[in-house]
């Protein structure tokens, strides 16, 4: 019987309209067998407190007021009985609009000291997409029943849609349209702010609203069913002018089209136990157009011809990937530089490529360009941002397919990384030595680190320690968003 352990695990999401917190208790133990290297697993998780869904504080609208932020997570600290030494990991994830205010990352800062190991980050669009699939059970729905999923998580001031198959990422999209993009004073039905994707939205629809003007209850719904019809366009990977306008990336590269569908975030909760709307009043019971939106979403003629299923979560989905730590060793046969390490935080990305790609003999430019691809659905900047690829192979590697792979992450590090910036490769098999030789010839000056056996999936972030045992092996702790694999 393998020995327990536990682990108390803090979510904190900081999102455009709304933050929560969500304390977890997490079970480890060793899951390897007798003899072999350890590796800790989680083997139960315990939601021990969720937070009440609290407005997310601004001092303007550019500016998130961390004061007040950090008295609402200090006070659900209190409630919860939780004394923050006691907190051994979790994730701290701003999302939405609030990811784009300009001190985010003064409130990673304040909220990543509270405990515990944190994965602290800004998600940007196809992180966020991703995080709240998961988070909301798509992904594991799509592996269950072998399956495509859509997942679509509207909030606030975002909708996020990201498509699973079978478990696995395939593609993600996002578009800048919520619940919040009009603000209704309920208690007046006046406007008091209209944001600049709600403004392209009225012109398309020829609808002349103003701030401190109160629309009718017909208005509105056309203004929402116009977002509905977006959402369509979310899913689908189409892009009317309108749509153009409104989508923060590029649209999914692989359509949504036809498989099962799931919503998630503020918009979701209501898509899946509506409120009567009968009046302005009852439309902005939130000061905003949310509840509305999911009425027009369930009502949409190309939606309702879906398959839909309702997600194991949908408002809690995003604050749900609190982070659990995993820590293994890598292979004994590695590429590491000790200059480099140790390294903290580091997201891990996972190139998608195409099956023939795995069949047929590697073409170093087109693998190169599944990296390229990898590194821009993650919102990364390359000269910037750390970043790992985690590359597993289902196949096994000769003399030329290894010198192949190598050219590949030669190619890919010359145009996508500054000189000064180290190459990071994670894989499965033990090839980390050879492979790491093979680049290093190609590419002296590159920093460079391959490690091997080590079994990552996107969305984890690693901490590297500094190398053991004669530099043979490197403690990886594994960061995995919980309620996520």
């Known amino acids: 019987m393998p020995e327990l352990r536990s682990m108390l695990s803090v979510g904190?999401?900081?999102?455009?309209?709304?933050?929560?917190?969500?304390?977890?208790?997490?079970?480890?133990?060793?899951?390897?067998?007798?003899?072999?290297?350890?590796?800790?697993?989680?083997?139960?998780?315990t939601v021990l407190y969720q937070s009440p869904v609290v407005f997310t504080p601004l001092a303007d609208r550019e500016t998130i007021d961390v004061s007040r932020l950090m008295e609402i997570v200090r006070r659900e600290y209190a409630i919860a009985e939780i004394d923050p030494k006691d907190v051994q990991t979790g994730a701290v994830i701003i999302t939405g609009e609030t990811a784009k205010k300009k001190n985010a990352d003064q409130i990673l800062q304040a909220l990543g000291g509270m405990a515990g190991e944190f994965v602290v980050t800004v998600a940007g669009p196809h992180l966020e997409s991703m995080i709240a699939g998961r988070g909301a059970g798509a992904a594991l729905y799509s592996q269950k029943h072998f399956c495509k999923v859509t997942n679509i998580d509207i909030g606030g001031g975002s909708a996020n849609s990201v498509l699973f198959h079978a478990g696995k990422l395939v593609s993600a999209a996002a578009m800048n349209y919520g619940g919040r993009i009009i603000e209704i004073d309920h208690p007046t039905g006046k406007i008091r702010h209209i944001a600049d994707p709600a403004q392209a939205i009225l012109q398309d629809l020829g609808l002349a609203l103003e701030v401190g003007d109160a629309p009718s209850l017909p208005d509105l719904r056309r203004f929402t069913d116009r977002m509905a019809d977006l959402t369509v366009e979310l899913i689908e990977g189409a892009s009317s002018p309108l749509a153009s306008k409104i989508y923060?990336?590029?649209?999914?590269?692989?359509?949504?089209?036809?498989?099962?569908?799931?919503?998630?975030?503020?918009?979701?909760?209501?898509?899946?136990?509506?409120?009567?709307?009968?009046?302005?009043?009852?439309?902005?019971?939130?000061?905003?157009?949310?509840?509305?939106?999911?009425?027009?979403?369930?009502?949409?003629?190309?939606?309702?011809?879906?398959?839909i299923v309702r997600p194991t979560e949908t408002l809690r989905a995003t604050v749900l990937g609190a982070s659990s730590q995993t820590v293994t060793l890598s292979g004994s046969t590695i590429w590491a530089?000790?200059?480099?390490?140790?390294?903290?935080?580091?997201?891990?990305?996972?190139?998608?490529?195409?099956?023939?790609?795995?069949?047929?003999?590697?073409?170093?430019a087109e693998w190169s360009s599944s990296f390229s691809e990898a590194v821009r659905r993650w919102d990364i900047n390359p000269s910037l941002d750390p970043f790992a690829l985690a590359i597993d192979l289902d196949r096994q590697l000769d003399y030329n397919a290894l010198n192949r792979l190598a050219e590949s992450l030669v190619d890919f590090s010359t145009r996508a990384l500054p000189d000064q910036r180290p190459l990071i490769v994670i894989i499965e098999r033990d090839y980390a030595q050879a492979l790491g030789q093979t680049i290093k010839a190609?590419?002296?000056?590159?920093?460079?680190?391959?490690?091997?056996?080590?079994?990552?999936?996107?969305?984890?972030?690693?901490?590297?320690?500094?190398?053991?045992?004669?530099?043979?092996?490197?403690?990886v702790s594994v960061k995995t968003l919980i309620f996520y694999h």
């Open 248 to 307: 923060l990336t590029p649209p999914a590269g692989i359509s949504g089209k036809g498989t099962v569908l799931m919503f998630s975030g503020g918009i979701g909760h209501y898509f899946y136990t509506p409120i009567p709307i009968f009046t302005v009043a009852d439309a902005t019971l939130h000061d905003d157009l949310g509840p509305l939106l999911a009425v027009s979403l369930r009502n949409n003629p190309v939606i309702s011809g879906y398959e």
């Open 442 to 475: 190609m590419t002296p000056h590159r920093s460079l680190l391959v490690i091997d056996q080590v079994g990552l999936e996107e969305g984890d972030y690693i901490d590297i320690g500094t190398p053991l045992m004669d530099g043979r092996v490197v403690p």
């Open 337 to 364: 530089e000790a200059k480099l390490l140790p390294l903290r935080n580091v997201p891990v990305i996972r190139p998608i490529f195409p099956e023939e790609y795995i069949r047929y003999p590697i073409e170093p």
């Open 12 to 45: 904190i999401d900081v999102g455009t309209t709304t933050t929560q917190l969500v304390f977890s208790r997490l079970m480890l133990a060793d899951s390897a067998r007798p003899g072999q290297i350890p590796r800790i697993g989680i083997t139960d998780k």
